[in-house]
T-cell receptor
Framework: GQQLNQSPQSMFIQEGEDVSMNCTSS?????WLWYKQEPGEGPVLLIALYKAGELTSNGRLTAQFGITRKDSFLNISASIPSDVGIYFC??????????????FGKGTKLSVKP | SAVISQKPSRDICQRGTSLTIQCQVD?????MFWYRQQPGQSLTLIATANQGSEATYESGFVIDKFPISRPNLTFSTLTVSNMSPEDSSIYLC??????????????FGPGTRLTVT
């Protein structure tokens, strides 16, 4: 079945540093979604990407849909303590109006030192 | 995006018992899903809750263990039956699309944290 390889598994950074994480797959996806999950909460959708090559920003977050449609990355600039959490990538395929399943990466746990 | 609530937010249950989790959305949505997130793990789809018909289950999940109802476009329930400690997880509902069609973006509820002793 489809699988997503998300890296790194965890990151320990200093406040103010930039962060980069990515997801790769051997499968093609039509949509890439990036989520953040904080302890005790459900995942919150940060950015949705729909087109190969698309670059989308949401505040200090920037994500790109890879040209091959098999990968995506998320960058966080000038990290702050409230960026702490687990970031998940997720890929979705759909064919002729039928939606496939949303496949999740294993997550990147981000820790920020003030 | 829709506002999604789940009840209960957490519970501690004895093995052999069953728990029904409710998911309520503040607007009509096309698709509703149930996921399981085991401790420290990623999310795994249990089933798609279909309005007015039987849920569609993923490999490894069966209706007898996880019966699902979806009586209308704003509400669904997931029951975890005959629980064992291995069922201790976070159970999450998610939704896609206001009624009329999918948007290919899923929004999640806050989750139900289940501990089975």
């Amino acid at each position: 079945g489809q699988q997503l390889n998300q890296s790194p598994q965890s990151m320990f950074i200093q406040e103010g540093e930039d962060v980069s994480m990515n997801c790769t797959s051997s499968s093609i996806f039509n949509t890439w979604l990036w989520y953040k999950q904080e302890p005790g909460e459900g995942p919150v959708l940060l950015i949705a990407l729909y087109k190969a090559g698309e670059l989308t920003s949401n505040g200090r977050l920037t994500a790109q849909f890879g040209i091959t449609r098999k990968d995506s990355f998320l960058n966080i600039s000038a990290s702050i303590p409230s960026d702490v959490g687990i970031y998940f990538c997720a890929g979705l395929t759909y064919y002729g109006g039928s939606q496939g399943n949303l496949i999740f990466g294993k997550g990147t746990k981000l820790s920020v030192k003030p | 995006s829709a506002v999604i609530s789940q009840k209960p937010s957490r519970d501690i249950c004895q093995r052999g018992t069953s728990l029904t989790i409710q998911c309520q959305v503040d607007s009509q949505v096309t698709m509703m899903f149930w996921y399981r997130q085991q401790p420290g793990q990623s999310l795994t789809l249990i089933a798609t809750a279909n309005q007015g018909s039987e849920a569609t289950y993923e490999s490894g999940f069966v209706i007898d263990k996880f019966p699902i109802s979806r009586p209308n476009l704003t509400f669904s329930t997931l029951t975890v039956s005959n629980m064992s400690p291995e069922d201790s997880s976070i159970y999450l509902c998610s939704v896609d699309g206001l009624a009329g069609g999918p948007t290919y973006e899923q929004y999640f509820g806050p989750g139900t944290r289940l501990t089975v002793t």
